[in-house]
T-cell receptor, first 111, second 115 residues
Framework: DQQVKQNSPSLSVQEGRISILNCDYT??????FLWYKKYPAEGPTFLIS?????DKNEDGRFTVFLNKSAKHLSLHIVPSQPGDSAVYFC??????????FGAGTTVTVRA | DARVTQTPRHKVTEMGQEVTMRCQPI?????VFWYRQTMMQGLELLAY????????DSGMPKDRFSAEMPDATLATLKIQPSEPRDSAVYFC?????????????FGPGTRLTVL
């Protein structure tokens, strides 16, 4: 049972524009959410996170928004750069070690 | 630059053969995770160790998979016998603690192909 869903397997965006990645979850007990980024032939690396007590967290070009009522979070990348081309995984936790991951969204930034 | 290492990076084997994947966590980390990445499911947690003790292997097929940590610098994941449906990328990750707010650091993965 997939508790975290990324319904868009891929996203193509022009360099300099905004990338918006979406993630939906079903478990209302999730209280911590993360985004990981993965390049080919490498493991995922932590990108940004947000606690359920917040609705926004920003780190440089990356902003994560959380809408608890809709059980939805999104990652905004502004402006998008060629180095942002990667697979992005959304993950959620009920506060312990167990992360539930989505299937990933492949982002391609076009020059 | 501390990082998680995994060997082998690629493994091709025939159905029925034993497969062993190895992981060296970051020195000083006391939690180790094994994940499997498939196209359909994304990243699934297979096993979790804290201070070398297996605390959760509920994600692992018990009949053919086994995970161990013989010492603090080595974690192993074995599949015996392997089946074509086991073909996937297997990641090891380590962390300082087991709370979700503590970052998990992933290794580069072992890409397993079972023919």
């Amino acid at each position: 049972d997939q508790q975290v869903k990324q319904n868009s397997p891929s996203l193509s965006v022009q360099e300099g524009r905004i990338s918006i990645l979406n993630c939906d979850y079903t478990n209302s007990m999730f209280d911590y959410f993360l985004w990981y980024k993965k390049y080919p032939a490498e493991g995922p690396t932590f990108l940004i996170s947000i606690s359920s007590i917040k609705d926004k967290n920003e780190d440089g070009r990356f902003t994560v928004f959380l809408n608890k009522s809709a059980k939805h979070l999104s990652l905004h990348i502004v402006p998008s750069q060629p180095g942002d081309s990667a697979v992005y995984f959304c993950a959620a936790s009920v506060g312990d070690y167990k992360l539930s991951f989505g299937a990933g969204t492949t982002v391609t930034v076009r020059a | 630059d501390a990082r998680v290492t995994q060997t082998p990076r690629h493994k091709v084997t025939e159905m029925g053969q034993e497969v062993t994947m190895r992981c060296q966590p970051i020195l000083g980390h006391n939690t180790v995770f094994w994940y499997r990445q498939t196209m359909m499911q994304g990243l699934e947690l297979l096993a979790y160790f804290r201070n070398r003790a297996p605390l959760d292997d509920s994600g692992m097929p018990k009949d053919r998979f086994s995970a161990e940590m013989p010492d603090a610098t080595l974690a192993t994941l074995k599949i015996q016998p392997s089946e074509p449906r086991d073909s996937a990328v297997y990641f090891c990750a380590s962390g300082r603690t087991s709370v979700s707010t503590d970052t998990q650091y992933f290794g580069p993965g072992t890409r397993l192909t079972v023919l």
